[in-house]
Nanobody
Framework: QVQLVESGGGLVQPGGSLRLSCAAS????????MSWYRQAPGKERELVGL????????SYADSVKGRFTISRDNSKNTMYLQMNNLKPEDTAVYYC???????WGKGTLVTVSS
């Protein structure tokens, strides 16, 4: 069955960087666009960005443009979220999602705090 497993979250100081990974299985990863979402405490889940099948077209939320980069390695069935210059307001649980179908990972917590 479809499985998405996020990893790489943790505690980081403001201005720091983290790279999240989303390992996919149970489907032909290279055939699907993918996305990252996040949910901050007390807030609704929001789209961070998405990536097409070959990684040629990306879309990001205004709040992360210029700081976050989504990429994918279809040979490893893995999508990444490189997060730079992190801010306290980036604190959230980060989820990956397959664009077609309601398939989500369980999320990984990112905490930005000094």
């Amino acid at each position: 069955q479809v499985q998405l497993v996020e990893s790489g979250g943790g505690l980081v100081q403001p201005g720091g960087s983290l790279r999240l990974s989303c390992a996919a299985s149970g489907f032909t990863f290279s055939s699907y666009a993918m996305s990252w979402y996040r949910q901050a405490p007390g807030k609704e889940r929001e789209l961070v960005g998405l990536i097409t099948t070959a990684g040629g077209s990306l879309s990001y939320a205004d709040s992360v443009k210029g700081r976050f980069t989504i990429s994918r390695d279809n040979s490893k069935n893995t999508m990444y979220l490189q997060m730079n210059n992190l801010k306290p307001e980036d604190t959230a649980v980060y989820y990956c999602k397959r664009i077609r179908g309601d398939y989500w990972g369980k999320g990984t917590l990112v905490t930005v705090s000094s």
